[in-house]
């Protein structure tokens, strides 16, 4: 069975650094075609795509947000994290992780994260 | 403003077939696979259709998914009462090497 969990702060401040943790259970990152994203959703508004990260460690990024987004793995610990710097409270939003593997996007998600940007 | 365009809004009564279209550009569905996701106020999406005409196990088979072209639809026939929700497509973006989604579509049974 596939589980994802997202973990970080539910606050943070204008110009800070937000880290996230997806902590999976079910599969393996080192599994041929397997890949791990985050997808963002400010309230009220549509899903967004952010970063993706794949079994051999290639790495794809939203171009909007390329220059914020760090996404990186821990594969001894299941997890996959990701970094955005220099929060606005635009960045206020749930932020989900995904599991992606060969066509398939999307089949499991975690619960979602409520990150709040507020000074 | 998203990449793929979907209709803010869409409504039927129950019993009826309704369809929700997204339109992207030959870098996305047009050479892509299109996913379409539900989701229910105040939980993760879920994944509808997949492979753009292919239903996971447990989807109803009121669910139908198509494309042409650059565009695609899913349909619901038999509009239920739980079909009410935010529906959202989605695909892969050749040009911008990543994933893509609509603005998402509420539909609303009356």
């Known amino acids: 069975q596939i589980t994802l969990k997202e973990s970080g702060p539910t606050l943070v401040k204008p110009t800070q650094t937000l880290t996230l943790t997806c902590t999976f259970s079910?599969?393996?990152?080192?599994?041929?075609?397997?890949?791990v994203g985050w997808i963002r959703q400010p309230p009220g508004k549509a899903l967004e795509w952010l970063a993706l990260i794949y079994w051999d460690d290639n790495k794809r990024y939203s171009l909007s947000l390329k220059s914020r987004l760090t996404i990186s793995r821990d594969t001894s610990k299941n997890q996959v994290v990701l970094t955005m710097t220099n929060m606005d409270p635009v960045d206020t939003g749930i932020y989900f992780c995904?599991?992606?593997?060969?066509?398939?996007?999307?089949?499991?998600w975690g619960q979602g994260t409520l990150v709040t940007v507020s000074s | 403003q998203s990449v793929l365009t979907q209709p803010p809004s869409a409504s039927g009564t129950p019993g009826q077939r309704v369809s929700i279209s997204c339109s992207g550009s030959?870098?996305?569905?047009?050479?892509?696979?299109v996913y379409w996701y539900q989701q229910l106020p105040g939980t993760a999406p879920k994944l509808l259709m997949h492979?753009?005409?292919q239903r996971p196990s447990g989807v109803p088979d009121r669910f139908s998914g198509s494309k042409s072209g650059t565009s695609a639809s899913l349909a619901i026939s038999g509009l239920r009462s739980e079909d009410e929700a935010d529906y959202y497509c989605?695909?892969?973006?050749?040009?911008?090497?990543?994933?893509?989604f609509g603005g998402g579509t509420k539909l609303t049974v009356l």
């Open positions: 030959s870098s996305n569905i047009g050479t892509n696979y």
């Open positions: 995904v599991h992606e593997s060969g066509f398939d996007f999307g089949a499991y």
């Open positions: 989605a695909a892969w973006d050749d040009s911008l090497s990543g994933w893509v």
């Open positions: 079910g599969f393996s990152l080192n599994t041929y075609g397997v890949a």
């Open positions: 492979r753009t005409n």
